[in-house]
């Protein structure tokens, strides 16, 4: 986050220069200072998005110089993925697809809305997105009884640390505990009663990912 504040302050300095008076002061201060500085901000901004193109709440995407692949998922097309991004949603999908109906709901916490979009299924709540900053805790709590009520045929749950959630209360709660507590401790009920199917450790996640199939009489796919 520090480096488009950088951006700001570059800028800001920028136009506060060149309404200094002394234009030799100013023309020799942005040749030896500002244009260096600018140059060294665009080589760090550009190494960073090279390094990690997208980061963003469990998911890194590994870097664009990494081996690349082209997904055979539909939703998918057309984009320049790396190889480990497309392995593990491939997986995933074939995971959920292979494991449930068109019929059945999923639920997928606390975000990655897109797997609904990948495997053509449909969201077990109202949510799709369950982070403290997006979601209120009245609807966190609505879904954590909808899941109760209705078990879902598949949870795609990414494990959430206790300080990552906690960092989220204290800035979006106010330090109080948030509802989407309900919401992990009704996964952690439900999944008693769930087989495990498989759990995603690697690029692009960075913290756990696991697929739940709820235990019935029948768990083939229709």
Same mark, same amino acid.
């Given at each position: +986050?520090?480096?488009?504040?950088?951006?700001?302050?570059?800028?800001?300095?920028?136009?506060?220069?060149?309404?200094?008076?002394?234009?030799?002061?100013?023309?020799?201060?942005? &040749?030896?200072?500002?244009?260096?500085?600018?140059?060294?901000?665009?080589?760090?901004?550009?190494?960073?998005?090279? =390094?990690?193109? /997208?980061?963003?709440?469990?998911?890194?995407?590994?870097?664009?110089?990494?081996?690349?692949?082209?997904?055979?998922?539909? &939703?998918?097309?057309?984009?320049?993925?790396?190889?480990? !991004?497309?392995?593990?949603?491939? !997986? +995933?999908?074939?995971?959920?697809?292979? =494991?449930?109906?068109? =019929?059945?709901?999923? /639920?997928?916490?606390?975000?990655?809305? +897109?797997?609904?979009?990948?495997? %053509?299924? #449909?969201?077990? $709540?109202?949510?799709?997105? *369950?982070?403290?900053?997006?979601?209120?805790?009245?609807?966190?709590?609505?879904?954590? =009884?909808?899941?109760? *009520?209705?078990?879902?045929?598949?949870?795609?749950? +990414?494990?959430?640390? %206790?300080?990552?959630?906690?960092?989220? %209360?204290?800035?979006?709660?106010?330090?109080?505990?948030?509802?989407?507590?309900?919401?992990?401790?009704?996964?952690?009920?439900? $999944? *008693? @009663?769930?087989?495990?199917?498989?759990?995603?450790?690697?690029?692009?996640?960075? #913290?756990?990912?696991?697929?739940?199939?709820?235990?019935?009489? @029948?768990?083939?796919?229709?």
């Amino acid at each position: +986050m520090m480096l488009p504040g950088l951006g700001f302050l570059l800028a800001f300095g920028s136009q506060q220069l060149f309404r200094i008076r002394h234009e030799s002061f100013v023309r020799k201060l942005c &040749g030896r200072v500002l244009v260096p500085l600018l140059g060294i901000y665009l080589v760090l901004l550009s190494s960073s998005r090279f =390094n990690a193109p /997208f980061d963003w709440s469990g998911w890194i995407e590994p870097a664009v110089y990494e081996p690349r692949a082209r997904s055979s998922l539909p &939703g998918l097309r057309g984009m320049d993925l790396s190889v480990k !991004t497309v392995e593990s949603l491939e !997986t +995933m999908v074939d995971l959920i697809k292979k =494991n449930s109906s068109p =019929n059945d709901s999923i /639920f997928v916490f606390p975000h990655f809305p +897109m797997i609904y979009t990948l495997s %053509e299924r #449909s969201p077990a $709540t109202f949510s799709q997105v *369950q982070w403290p900053d997006v979601c209120p805790d009245y609807l966190a709590i609505q879904d954590a =009884n909808t899941l109760r *009520q209705s078990p879902p045929k598949i949870i795609v749950e +990414m494990v959430i640390r %206790e300080k990552v959630l906690r960092d989220q %209360e204290i800035s979006f709660r106010g330090s109080a505990l948030s509802g989407q507590r309900d919401i992990i401790q009704t996964i952690s009920s439900l $999944t *008693q @009663n769930y087989q495990l199917l498989g759990e995603f450790k690697k690029a692009p996640f960075y #913290s756990p990912v696991r697929i739940w199939l709820r235990q019935d009489k @029948n768990n083939l796919a229709h």
